[in-house]
């Protein structure tokens, strides 16, 4: 294993490796958590122009949801809007209890023009009242009924979790998905890296010693790839098992899921080090492969929706971006985190693996054939002499 130990002692060697290894992908998926985990607060005022059990059940309802005021008129109300001290106005109208009772009650609400991001507020508004005039009629105007149907509703909009396969609600999984995306960026590196320390034995000779070693070149490649997943295996340890513990992420509900994910990371990681290594090994000069390091990695991420999701993307890039490791790779995690059976989201484990034994094997062979052609020139050259 002297290959390992000696790319160990060389990362080791510069602390910048480190940095930008661990640290710096660490440090970026903090950041990018915490500001996409800022709670969202909507604040709602509600004018009620009748006073009765049921509106101050209802307005006790919106308090458990949202930031609740109220004001006396509706002309108050707007303007609390237009100061920006709120953002939707509720309107429950004299007479709305007898209207609710049977069925028809209407509700007026007012909010900014063209503000998009109030419309949760507006959706959930008019589906919870059009719930309620369900219950009106149901209740023949049995105001008692009513109440008793109304508690048994609202009990019953707090409980439910809006949840993929009773595991984790679609936010979870999202915000969870966008943060593995960062993680991505982190392992790409791995690319870079491989690339440099291969260049660095070419300079050496190193291609050429092995050749004449029982250690075979397969293993020589191997022991490069098992030294970066190591680094890997750190990260993704940290991301899923103790990121979690300092920021509101969620990367699974127990041990098993989390460990299906690290496995899926692993995957993507031995992908990324293997294309690393090839592009090293067909590379003629280290601006070469700093060339198609650059044309690999950055497609890559953008292609495979980690900046963004690919959803935003034309149907003709969507269709180029399934392609992508990073793609297999966000799609295998979405699959652990939602629950679904492993025939689900395998395949694309797989066909990471593949690509890395395939491009590991080109690699192989690659430089076999070049020491062959040198061992040639030689036998060459010593003849003619």
């Given at each position: 294993m002297i290959v390992l130990k000696t790319n160990f002692k060389r990362i080791f060697r510069k602390p910048v490796n480190i940095i930008v290894m661990l640290i710096i992908p660490i440090l970026l998926n903090l950041i990018v958590i915490t500001l996409a985990n800022k709670p969202e607060t909507y604040h709602i005022v509600f004018v009620l122009e009748e006073n009765t059990d049921i509106t101050q059940k209802i307005t006790r309802r919106f308090e458990q949801v949202f930031t609740l005021q109220s004001e006396d008129s509706i002309e108050e109300a707007k303007q609390s809007v237009n100061d920006g001290y709120a953002d939707y106005i509720v309107v429950l109208e004299k007479d709305f209890t007898d209207a609710l009772l049977t069925g028809n009650a209407h509700v007026k609400t007012y909010s900014r023009q063209n503000d998009e991001s109030i419309k949760p507020v507006s959706v959930f508004v008019s589906s919870y009242f059009e719930s309620i005039n369900k219950l009106g009629r149901a209740s023949d105007q049995d105001k008692s009924k009513f109440l008793s149907l109304l508690d048994e509703f609202d009990s019953e909009i707090v409980s439910i979790a809006y949840r993929y396969h009773n595991t984790a609600s679609r936010a979870k999984i999202d915000n969870a998905v966008n943060s593995l995306g960062y993680v991505a960026v982190g392992m790409v590196y791995f690319i870079t890296f491989a690339t440099m320390l291969l260049f660095e034995d070419k300079k050496c000779g190193v291609y050429g010693r092995v050749s004449g070693t029982p250690m075979g070149r397969m293993s020589y490649f191997f022991q490069h790839l098992i030294s970066y997943l190591f680094f890997a295996t750190i990260q993704s340890v940290i991301m899923i098992g103790v990121m979690p513990e300092i920021v509101d992420v969620w990367y699974g509900d127990g041990f098993e899921q989390k460990?299906?994910?690290?496995?899926?990371?692993?995957?993507?990681a031995s992908a990324c080090i293997s294309i690393g290594i090839a592009v090293s090994t067909f590379s003629k000069n280290i601006i070469m492969a700093n060339s198609m390091i650059s044309m690999i990695n950055v497609p890559m991420l953008m292609l495979g929706g980690c900046f963004w999701?690919?959803?935003f993307m034309p149907d003709e890039i969507q269709a180029i971006g399934k392609f992508m490791p990073t793609t297999w790779f966000l799609n295998s995690a979405r699959g652990v985190l939602r629950n679904e059976e492993p025939r689900e989201y395998i395949i694309n484990i797989l066909i990471s693996l593949g690509l890395s034994m395939i491009?590991?094997?080109?690699?192989?062979?690659?430089?076999?054939?070049?020491?062959?052609?040198?061992?040639?020139?030689?036998?060459g050259r010593k003849k003619n002499e």
């Open positions: 460990v299906k994910l690290f496995f899926v990371c692993m995957a993507f999701p690919a959803s491009l590991m094997t080109l690699a192989s062979f690659a430089t076999k054939n070049k020491i062959d052609k040198i061992a040639v020139l030689e036998g």
